[in-house]
């Protein structure tokens, strides 16, 4: 069935140092990634979303690539600050074409100043 | 002006009850989900409604059961609450096709 891979489980860096969060899935039909940020006791809201047609997309300190061929997708995060700590999730759109998502087991990066 | 709106945001009952949690969303999507975080942060599919259409049914107990009055509102009715149950449960929206998903607030159940 459709699974999504994601390490690491844990994820602690400086304050200014980058974070990468890496996945794996196993649709090969799936088209779209998006990835959600949680912080404590918060809803999950989308952050970046890279669609199948394209390798790599940024938006000012975040940054994600795809490489369809291996199945996996990243998450890079440049000049971490103190408010990015967070759960991070990364998902998987199904072939299904209902707009369900699957979702990796999630990343919590902490952020040390 | 919430997005999307879930009601109650804390419920705490005993085994073998029954509960509801209602959703609403104002942003005009067509499709509604109910997803299940567990103490782990897993967030598991459950339940996907198109325009009050179950598309999606997840290997769910039948004790949940969705109900989509119209396509702004999606509602989750549980039976015979189990211990296993307590999480967080999460109303989103989104497009019809693949697109963003819009969380509301979750509502944190505690089966005691």
Known sequence: ?113 | DTAVSQTPKYLVTQMGNDKSIKCEQNLGHDTMYWYKQDSKKFLKIMFSYNNKELIINETVPNRFSPKSPDKAHLNLHINSLELGDSAVYFCASGPRQVGELFFGEGSRLTVL
């Open chain 1, 1 to 113: 069935g459709e699974n999504v891979e994601q390490h690491p489980s844990t994820l602690s860096v400086q304050e200014g140092d980058s974070a990468v969060i890496k996945c794996t899935y196993s649709d090969s039909a799936s088209n779209y990634f998006p990835w959600y940020k949680q912080e404590l006791g918060k809803r999950p809201q989308l952050i970046i979303d890279i669609r199948s047609n394209v390798g790599e997309k940024k938006d000012q300190r975040i940054a994600v690539t795809l490489n369809k061929t291996a199945k996996h997708f990243s998450l890079h995060i440049t000049e971490t600050q103190p408010e990015d700590s967070a759960v991070y999730f990364c998902a998987a759109a199904g072939s299904s074409n209902t707009g369900k998502l699957i979702f990796g087991q999630g990343t919590t990066l902490q952020v040390k100043p």
